[in-house]
């Protein structure tokens, strides 16, 4: 006899059974809800359901309530990854089970006389196994490669971050009238041609820089590269840059530059590193990388500027809220050419004169130790005092030298800055032999130029941050820097007179004869700084303030490593600064600078300087 309800309950039987097994499955999903995000999919090695009949099945009990819709977009997600990953194992395994059978009978027909036919035969419980062998190892890579969720990255390529930015600028340089016209270009020379003294005793034919005419560029600045989690705490990264040239201390490109008309520009290898870092408290780096010492601002230490050698960093909070730290590191600023010297002929064989001279290394050792203080979680304090050691740096007198051409070398040529900006004290560096000249004729000086001062500066650091307006805060920055290698005594005795070696070339006071004066350089530097605003810009109006004061003196510090924008880059400087940021978009800001800046020792001379960048982070 046909019963109704017997029937209905025969087929609402399995439905009910399925509908109590995900029901008991979803407290474990909600449990594991906030990890989903990290976790990678679970494989089950149980039978996968249909696609089809899961998803209408789970779009039934979201339907009925029994499970919310992000709970059944979950177990949706887990039953297709499960099923894509049997299907590949199913393929992995059929594929390797005929290539072995394929095999077996190549090597059978092998080991039988000619004309022997095989019937190859493989038990079931051998494929089985094989089958089996063959799915877990293909589950294996599933998991380790992460294609058991199509669309996630490999894992290698989840241990690289990637990173870059981009900034637009216009500049405008404004000068003064009242600027004397001869500042002279020593880097031009020491990088080019040496410059003839013998008729020029006043530098009239020297390179000189712009004094007098206003000028106006655009430039941008784009720095792309990636960091590394390599394995067991190494860490490797990269980083390539724009730039005119291989300034140490910009990386900015001048539209129209670099020949013009619309010419492809250069890209530079501004970081490659690696990193051991066993713990947060300490890393030790080699290569080229960010500049290890803490600097608050750019009075000695310019901000893109990257450090090439070894560094250490050691950290270590010894009570809530208080963290010393230590950094030291050894970094070589100029290795000498290989073949540094000159190439001999027979007259130098007979007269017994070295054709190669010797090596001129020169290095920058740096040591500072400083606190972090944290009164609570928004505002802090920060001190630090830093010693370094610039070696072999200082010009050399050159042995006597015979000088008759722009191609003889002397052995101190090398002495010589391979960059600086301007503002240090230079004495010339060639001892050359008078030689006798026909009547009516001078002999040529061609001459080099290298630092008159030694460099070992000390820096004082400090900054202090209050955060009782958070998001906004108030941020004062100070540093002082004080060569104390630097020996005044020693300067005023260098002779002033004409063309041979060790004669002061500049930094003289003025006089009202226009003859040269007493050196009137120094060797101290300090510079404040108060911003209001945001910490860091990086949302829609958000936005900071600044404005500040530098006093640097023309030997308190290597130029080649200073800010290269305010007074159009270098040491002897003083004057103000204002500024400010505003957030255009997330990531994306606009900046305007003002920099009014003078000459301290020597000539006069002062410019304005005006910025206006668009930045962007990605």
């Known amino acids: 006899m046909f019963d109704r309800k017997t029937d209905t309950a025969r087929r609402v039987w399995p439905l009910a059974v399925s509908m109590c097994a995900l029901t008991l499955a979803v407290p474990a999903l909600a449990q594991d809800e906030g990890k989903a995000a990290s976790k990678r999919p679970t494989v089950s090695r149980a039978k996968p359901v249909a696609p089809n009949s899961t998803t209408s099945l789970v779009n039934l009990l979201i339907k009925q309530g029994v499970i919310t819709e992000e709970q059944g977009t979950a177990l949706i997600k887990q039953a297709e990854d499960e099923s894509y990953v049997q299907r590949e194992a199913a393929k992995g395994a059929s594929a390797r089970a005929e290539e072995a059978a394929k095999t077996a009978a190549a090597a059978a027909a092998a080991a039988s006389p000619p004309g022997t036919k095989h019937v190859t035969y493989v038990p079931e419980i051998v494929k089985r196994q094989l089958r089996e062998d063959i ?132 890209l530079w290898i501004d970081r490659a590193y690696l990193r051991y870092q066993p713990s947060e408290d ?80 020169k290095w920058m050792y740096g040591a500072q130790a400083g606190v972090g203080v944290k009164f609570d979680p928004q505002s802090s304090f920060r001190v630090a005092v830093a010693y370094y050691d610039f070696t072999d740096t200082q010009g050399r007198v050159s042995s006597p030298c015979s000088v008759l051409a722009t191609a003889d070398i002397c052995n101190t040529d090398i002495t010589r800055p391979s960059f600086a900006q301007k503002g240090n004290t230079y004495k010339t560096l060639r001892n050359i032999i008078p030689e006798v ?90 510079m404040t700084r108060v911003t209001v605003g945001h910490k860091q810009v990086r949302k829609l109006w958000d936005w900071n303030v600044h404005a500040g004061y530098k006093y640097l003196e023309s030997d308190a510090m290597i130029d080649a490593f200073v800010d290269p924008d305010f007074g159009l880059g270098g040491t002897n400087l003083k004057g103000y600064f204002i500024g400010g940021n505003v ?24 410019v304005d300087v005006v910025h206006l960048d668009l930045n962007a982070k990605f």
């Open 135 to 266: 799915r877990k190892e293909v589950m294996a890579r599933a998991h380790s490669e992460n294609w058991a969720s199509p669309g996630k990255y490999p894992e290698w390529a989840q241990r690289i971050r990637f990173y870059g930015d981009l900034r637009a600028r216009y500049e405008g340089q404004f000068f003064p009238t009242g600027n004397d016209p001869r500042q002279i270009n020593y880097n031009a020379i020491n990088t080019g041609n040496p410059y003839d003294l013998s008729d020029n005793t006043n530098f009239y034919w020297a390179p000189t820089y712009n004094t007098s005419e206003n000028r106006q560029r655009a430039r941008f600045r784009v720095r792309v590269g990636a960091d590394v989690d390599i394995a067991d705490n190494f860490v490797g990264g990269f980083r390539f840059a724009s730039g005119d040239s291989g300034s140490p201390v910009t990386l900015n490109q001048t539209m129209g530059g670099s020949g013009g008309n619309f010419s492809k520009y250069a």
């Open 583 to 606: 957030g255009l978009s997330d990531n994306v800001w606009a900046t305007l600078r003002y920099m009014s800046a003078n000459n301290i020792a020597g000539n006069p001379y002062a």
């Open 282 to 361: 300490f890393s030790f780096s080699v290569g080229r990388f960010d500049n290890p010492f803490w600097s608050p601002t750019d009075l000695v230490w310019y901000r893109d500027l990257g450090f090439d050698g070894f560094a250490a960093q050691l950290k270590h909070e010894v009570s809530p809220g208080i963290t010393p730290f230590l950094v030291a590191g050894a970094f070589p600023t100029y290795n000498t050419d290989l073949n540094f010297g000159y190439n001999i002929d027979a007259n130098d064989l007979k007269n017994g004169l070295p054709g190669k001279f010797p090596s001129n290394d």
């Open 437 to 526: 000249m026909p009547v009516g004729t001078f002999q040529p000086a061609y001459q080099y130029f290298g630092l008159a001062s030694q460099f070992r500066p000390v820096v004082v650091s400090g900054q202090l941050d209050l955060g009782d307006f958070h998001p906004v805060h108030v941020v004062i920055d100070a540093e002082y820097v004080n060569n104390t290698a630097f020996d005044r005594n020693a300067m005023l005795a260098l002779p002033t007179a004409c063309c041979n070696g060790g004669a002061l070339s500049n930094n003289t006071a003025p006089t009202s004869d226009g003859s040269t004066g007493p050196f009137n350089g120094g060797n101290q530097g300090w």
